[in-house]
């Protein structure tokens, strides 16, 4: 079964306590929060006070992706704010092995994401440091977008390589899921699936939700 993990990009921000609450009920596993600096990525979304107040309110996993440049200025303030996952863009980091390190330091788990054009061997030196590989299926900065058919080998080449290596690491898929890429993607080997739209644009949060854990069965 795959783990879900709603993006709250997607949810109506002037309620997102209420829209957290709606995908816990409906069997969400997870909670991707989606962190954009307008530099890395064109566009804009929630800073740690957001994540921060948020965290009483769900027992989620928050599965904090960060689409930042600097991604080492704000280990500490995430995680401070309740940030089980880290994901940091290997795009980003000049010193990534040492980034993954603060994550740990800093008490959570600690994930590398890469753009669809990133190749898989910058992960060669870093694989010991990782609980979990994000791997984007869109380029990331918004929602909404068309799945790349593209990342179904890389999804499944970076699979194999963890299988071969015997490597107990997350793959998760980031962009453009529905049902049907969720098939594609789990049977290519991914485990998290992260839908903004397909859950949040679905009036009944909980229906979509067990659409994609069907869709994304082995
Ligand atoms: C894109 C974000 C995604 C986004 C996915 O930059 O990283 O998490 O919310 O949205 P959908 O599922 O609508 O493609
Ligand atoms: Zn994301």
Not at 38 to 56: C, M, S
């Amino acid at each position: 079964m795959p783990i879900i993990a709603p993006s709250l990009l997607a949810a109506d921000f002037a309620n997102l306590q209420g829209e957290v609450e709606a995908v816990a009920r409906g069997g969400a596993d997870w909670l991707h929060l989606d962190i954009m600096d307008g530099h890395f990525v064109p566009n804009l979304t929630i800073g740690p006070a957001v994540v921060a107040a948020l965290r009483p309110h769900s027992q989620l996993v928050f599965d904090v992706h960060l689409m930042l440049s600097r991604p080492e200025d704000f280990i500490l303030p995430f995680a401070r704010a309740g940030a089980d996952y880290i994901s940091v863009h290997a795009e980003a980091c000049t010193h990534l092995h040492r980034v993954l390190q603060q994550i740990r330091e800093a008490g959570c788990r600690p994930a590398v994401a890469l753009n669809p054009a990133t190749p898989l061997s910058v992960l060669d030196h870093v694989l010991g440091e990782v609980e979990m590989i994000l791997l984007m299926t869109v380029n990331p900065g918004f929602g909404g977008q068309e799945f790349i058919p593209a990342m179904l080998p890389k999804i499944a080449s970076l699979a194999a390589k963890l299988r071969e290596n015997r490597l107990d690491i997350l793959l998760e898929v980031d962009g453009g899921i529905n049902p049907e890429t969720a098939a594609a993607a789990c049977q290519a080997g991914a485990g998290v699936l992260v839908a903004g739209s397909a859950v949040f644009g679905c009036p009944d949060r909980g229906a979509a939700i067990r659409e994609l854990r069907q869709a994304g069965k082995l």
